[in-house]
């Protein structure tokens, strides 16, 4: 695959994620494309449906890159919520957890 | 803020819906068709519901939802707002006002006459025409007169343009009782851009819905962009979302309250009773327990997985908390929507409506407004009014010390005099209100009384944007009612005899309001029958009001009615038989320092005019001298002044005397001698005649010393400052610094009539 050779960037997420955190996000994922990505979102105690839409919309990205989009660490409180609106991030998730 | 000003500021709020609501459903019932008045109605309706369910006015909440939904019908052109329509939707408005004053005050609200609006609002809904034989089985009152026009054009169900309203399933289930069954909806839910710009999340409405019930969800991302391409403020997801509840279709549209404008919303009920998983698309199950997302109480997350009863217990804690949170923003919106309504109202120009209907509109929706506790205002009332004296006192003193009128002290006190004047007159402007309110009230009124006594009746109002001070609208009401029922149920002939009379059948009863010459003044007119002069007579005659063989002019007679204890109703009739009569009606207009008469022409109707002060804190006086004390009497009552010659003088018995005024003769009072400034009667040729109009129509010469002039005096309370003293009604304070009395003119009148002074019902002004 084409993203073994660049180095994987991490990215921790902010424990709160409300609405007005969505453009910040959306630009530091901006600044991290072009290299594979594994997410930490342990610290998340609220995601709204902005900061969602943004890490969905990464996703997809990474996905037509062909990088690999992973989230590392998940709080239980960023799982529950994602199952709220319907957002499946099972196939998202790094394979050792 | 605390929560009861917050809820305090809901029912402010709630009065300007109200009023909004009524506004809009008569203009409907005027024929006008403007979508924007639909929706200004919809949306006040709307704003109640919304604040009330903040607040857990269950039973506001569910008649304004009822009544909404059948709004929605005719927003959405499924319902034609014809009479029939419109008469129950008036009726509704009036429950609705009765629901929030009951939520207010505590009082009580007739449960039959809602439950019963209740059922004509859902079968409008379900597009039923109004009173049908089995539909209102409770109801008394008479049938409209006339039939209903073209009716109304129900599509069926399933016609394209058909969206799902609430209850519209369930009505057909209405035999049922109110316990819900648990049932599957399906809802779609595509938030716009506008609802995350607002501040709210469409996680948050889902963390609600989710409440509900048992609940699955697909997320819809088909709209979801490229990273690079996507606005991180923009709406891209939707939802599909199968829950099953038992909370029924109304508390699942309560929770998308105030997000319904910035979202597409449907909900519909899931055939067949199995938990939808939706079949086509992949549902995701919700899981049951998201208590560690209420961001109000995040920390408590871990200890409640295991005990239940803990944790409903922090739910219910943490809903309270999120629920108090969330008041103040809904408030917040309610007021937004009001204002946002007021705008469009400003906007909009209904062609259809006449020009001056639109330039009232636009002048009592236009300014931005502040709410100002009324004690500040009376303070600021209270203090201008002590300003206005001591400059009349530095003027009276430069004057005294000064008599070059050219200085320049002279000059620049003439400045400060116009300018506490300037400011007298903006000071009473904040008091001023119009009396849109309470016209408004009226119209119920007669709406009621209609009902009540099968008359058809059309109340036009003219000139509700006219001002008056908040005290006088505040006691305006009550005669004003008392008038409007007298109106309706004496005033207009029954249909059959209108008809027979070759009149329309409906009457008209017309309210206007104007300014004329510093007072307002205020005209009730209908078109019925006019007084019965000869009844009238009658029962005067009767009830030794008069005597058998009086000669009365027309005038006269017609001003009998005003009598206490007068009415020409053969039987006791549950609207106005009240044991309130006319008399009731002039005396409280009375007691604002106004006053009333009556117009009657047979066979074309009655006017009542009513003319009153434009504030009860300054007063038009004539400032007399009595047995060398000042006194000030309320120009209001008196009607002429005059030079008493010795001719015109006529004793009466052992100390009455009569003065002959143009061939008639009327009683004469000493002032001075009433209130006991002097022992013996004053010689009236020295003196000066006061001719004025008493409680009860009679005129009185009241004799005073002299006359110093005539000037706008500030009204002091006695009662407040001292004690009552009978005869007077208030006091003042002249510019030379003096305290003044203000004559109650009512009290010295009825003092001469023999009647002790002490405990007379006085006329207290101020």
Redesign the interface.
């Known amino acids: 695959m084409a993203s073994r050779n660049i180095a994987k960037k991490s990215l921790k997420l902010a424990p709160v994620l409300d609405l007005n955190e969505a453009t910040a996000l959306h630009e530091r994922l901006l600044t991290l494309k072009g290299a594979p990505i594994e997410i930490d979102a342990s610290a998340v105690e609220r995601i709204g449906t902005l900061c969602a839409q943004v890490l969905m919309a990464g996703a997809r990205s990474w996905e037509e890159d062909r990088m690999s989009f992973t989230f590392a660490k998940v709080s239980d409180a960023f799982v529950k919520t994602t199952q709220l609106i319907g957002v499946d991030v099972a196939p998202l998730m790094a394979k050792e957890i | 803020m605390d929560m009861n000003e917050i809820k305090e500021i809901f029912f402010q709020e709630c009065e300007e819906q109200l009023a909004e609501l009524e506004s809009g459903l008569l203009k409907l019932n005027d024929g006008d068709r403007d979508p924007e008045t639909v929706n200004a109605v919809f949306r006040a309706v709307h704003s109640i519901k919304g604040g009330a369910g903040a607040f857990g006015l269950d039973d506001l909440v569910s008649f304004a939802h009822v009544f909404e939904t059948t709004l929605d019908c005719v927003r959405s052109n499924r319902l034609e707002p014809n009479q029939d329509v419109l008469k129950v939707m008036l009726k509704s408005a009036d429950v609705l006002a009765d629901l929030t004053n009951a939520a207010r005050d505590g009082g009580s609200v007739d449960g039959a006459r809602s439950r019963q609006l209740i059922k004509e609002l859902e079968a409008l809904a379900n597009g039923e025409l109004p009173q049908p034989a089995a539909e209102a089985p409770a109801k008394s009152a008479p049938a409209p007169a006339k039939a209903a026009p073209a009716a109304i054009p129900a599509p069926a169900v399933n016609e394209e343009g058909f969206q799902p309203v609430a209850f519209s399933f369930e009505d057909f289930e209405t035999s049922e009782p109110p316990t819900i069954e648990p049932s599957t909806f399906e809802i779609l839910f595509r938030?716009k851009s506008e609802l995350?710009g607002k501040?709210n999340?469409?996680?948050l409405l889902?963390?609600d819905l989710?409440r509900l019930g048992e609940m699955s969800?697909?997320?819809d991302?088909d709209e979801?962009?490229?990273?690079?391409s996507?606005n991180?403020?923009a709406?891209?997801?939707a939802?599909k979302i199968s829950l099953k509840t038992d909370k029924g279709e109304e508390a699942i549209r309560s929770v998308f309250e105030f997000a319904e404008w910035d979202c597409e919303l449907e909900v519909t009920l899931a055939g067949g009773n199995h938990a939808g998983a939706g079949d086509e698309l992949p549902?995701?199950?919700?899981?049951f327990d998201?208590s560690?997302?209420d961001?109000a109480m995040?920390a408590l997350?871990g200890a409640a997985e295991d005990d239940e009863q803990v944790a409903a217990r922090q739910r219910e804690a943490r809903d309270e908390a999120v629920s108090a949170a969330s008041i103040a923003s809904n408030v917040l919106q309610m007021a937004q929507t009001a204002r946002a309504s007021a705008e469009n109202a400003r906007s909009a120009a209904p062609a259809s409506a006449a020009q001056a209907a639109a330039q009232q509109a636009a002048a009592s929706a236009a300014t931005p407004t502040i709410r100002v506790d009324l004690d500040r205002v009376d303070r600021l009332i209270n203090l201008v009014g002590e300003l206005v004296i001591n400059q009349a006192m530095l003027s009276q003193s430069v004057i005294e010390n000064d008599t070059n009128g050219t200085s320049s002290i002279n000059m620049g006190l003439e400045e400060l005099q116009q300018l506490t004047r300037e400011i007298q007159d903006s000071v009473m402007a904040i008091r001023a209100q119009p009396v849109k309110p309470v016209f408004q009230r009226m119209s119920r009124i007669v709406r009621e009384i209609a009902d009540m006594t099968g008359k058809s009746v059309r109340l036009v109002t003219e000139g509700e944007n006219t001002e008056v001070d908040k005290t006088v609208i505040d006691k305006l009401a009550e005669p004003l009612t008392h008038m409007i029922r007298n109106a309706v149920d004496h005033g207009l002939e029954t249909p059959e005899k209108r008809v027979a009379a070759g009149k329309n059948p409906e009457g008209t009863v017309r309210l206007t309001a104007k300014h004329r010459s510093g007072r307002i003044v205020i005209e009730l007119a209908d078109d019925g029958a006019g007084i019965n002069r000869e009844k009238v007579r009658q029962k005067a005659i009767d009830n030794d009001l008069i005597a058998a063989d009086a000669n009365l002019s027309d005038e006269e007679i017609d001003n009998l009615i005003f009598h206490a204890g007068f009415s020409t109703a053969d039987k006791i009739s549950d609207i106005s038989g009240r044991g309130v009569g006319m008399d009731v009606v002039k005396r409280s207009i009375q007691a604002l320092g106004g006053r009333i008469n009556i117009q009657s022409k047979p066979g074309q109707g009655s006017v009542f005019t009513m003319s009153l002060p434009l504030t009860l804190a300054v007063l038009d006086g004539m400032v007399v001298t009595v047995a060398s004390q000042t006194l000030v009497v309320p120009l209001t009552a008196i009607v002429e002044t005059l030079q008493p010659e010795a001719s015109a003088i006529h004793s009466f018995g052992a100390s009455q005397r009569l003065i002959s005024i143009r061939n008639s003769f009327c009683p004469l009072v000493d002032v001075g001698r009433i209130l006991n400034f002097r022992a013996t009667q004053a010689n009236p040729v020295e003196g000066v005649a006061l001719l004025v109009e008493s409680e009860g129509g009679g005129q009185r010469a009241l004799m005073v010393d002299a006359i110093q002039g005539q000037r706008q005096v500030v009204i002091k309370s006695l009662e407040a400052n001292y004690t009552h003293v009978p005869g007077i009604a208030a006091a003042t304070i002249l510019g030379d610094g003096r305290v003044a009395l203000i004559l109650d003119v009512d009290a010295i009148v009825a003092a001469s009539r023999g009647q002790s002074l002490p405990e007379m019902s006085l006329a207290a002004a101020g």
């Open positions: 938030p995350y501040g999340d469409a996680t889902l963390r989710s969800i697909h997320c991302m979801l962009p490229a990273l690079g996507m991180p403020e709406a891209y997801f939802w549902m995701q199950p919700v899981p998201l560690l997302l961001e995040p997350a």
